[in-house]
């Protein structure tokens, strides 16, 4: 992964980290959680071979880019924002959107809102949504999933705090790799439902959470539990976001 460039962009004081590579139409990769820029570098380098430029972003709080001043605050109408000034620093008239889990929120929001900045939207784990509660019923998901568990504020915070980063990160994968939703029992947390000794998927290495690891030391949580999941349940209309 050596030929991909880190540059970083000023958007309202934040330095946001942006890995690039390739020449050519551009193609932006927004992450889910626990994700970061790292997690699509593999599809970087095969975008870059087949003639594209690839630009993968860590949002606000996320990886190598900075924390927002009050994280709990942040909205995915940041994630909207952050991503326009991403591609007018860049001078990228036109792109096209490949969002992923949470990513599939600003791809969509972003397209609804400026069309003409975009060439195509390719979602993956998620269709579409809309924001606010009606978007989720909760009545829909099971007692003690982990969606429901982590956006109760301070809930996953004292869960994750017993554990250093590496095994929140570790556990995480290892439960959404699973073919059952992760539902934690009443008197269960979500990081108990793994095994200590379970083994990292077959397609995450010791050196993929290393990495994961490293960047979650340095941005925390405070912003990825905000979003998505507890600014999932906002309710704005796309008239509101204009």
């Avoid at 709990?72 to 992923?100: H, Y």
């Avoid at 990081?191 to 397609?203: A, C, E, F, I, K």
Wanted: contains cysteine; charged residues 25%.
């Amino acid at each position: 992964m050596e030929n991909i460039q880190h540059k970083y962009v000023d958007v309202k004081g934040l330095k946001l980290h942006v890995a690039e590579i390739g020449t050519g139409p551009a193609v932006v990769f927004l992450h889910g959680f626990p994700e970061i820029w790292y997690s699509c570098r593999h599809q970087m380098v095969a975008v870059a071979g087949a003639g594209f430029r690839a630009i993968a972003p860590d949002y606000r709080g996320y990886g190598l880019s900075d924390q927002p001043p009050e994280p709990e605050k942040t909205t995915f109408r940041d994630l909207v924002d952050d991503l326009l000034a991403i591609l007018d620093s860049f001078g990228i008239s036109k792109a096209f959107l490949i969002g992923k889990d949470l990513g599939i929120r600003p791809a969509y929001h972003f397209a609804l809102l400026y069309p003409g900045r975009v060439s195509g939207v390719i979602t993956l784990g998620v269709p579409f949504l809309l924001t606010g509660p009606e978007a989720f019923p909760r009545e829909l998901l099971p007692k003690g999933f982990y969606m429901l568990r982590w956006q109760e504020p301070g809930r996953a915070e004292k869960d994750f705090g017993r554990f250093d980063v590496k095994t929140v990160i570790k556990n995480i994968y290892i439960l959404f790799s699973g073919s059952e939703l992760p539902a934690a029992r009443e008197d269960q947390e979500i990081m108990d439902m793994v095994d200590p000794s379970t083994p990292l998927p077959p397609w995450f290495s010791e050196e993929d959470l290393n990495n994961y690891a490293a960047l979650y030391e340095k941005s925390g949580f405070r912003t990825a539990l905000q979003v998505p999941y507890r600014a999932w349940l906002e309710d704005y209309g796309i008239s509101d976001l204009k």
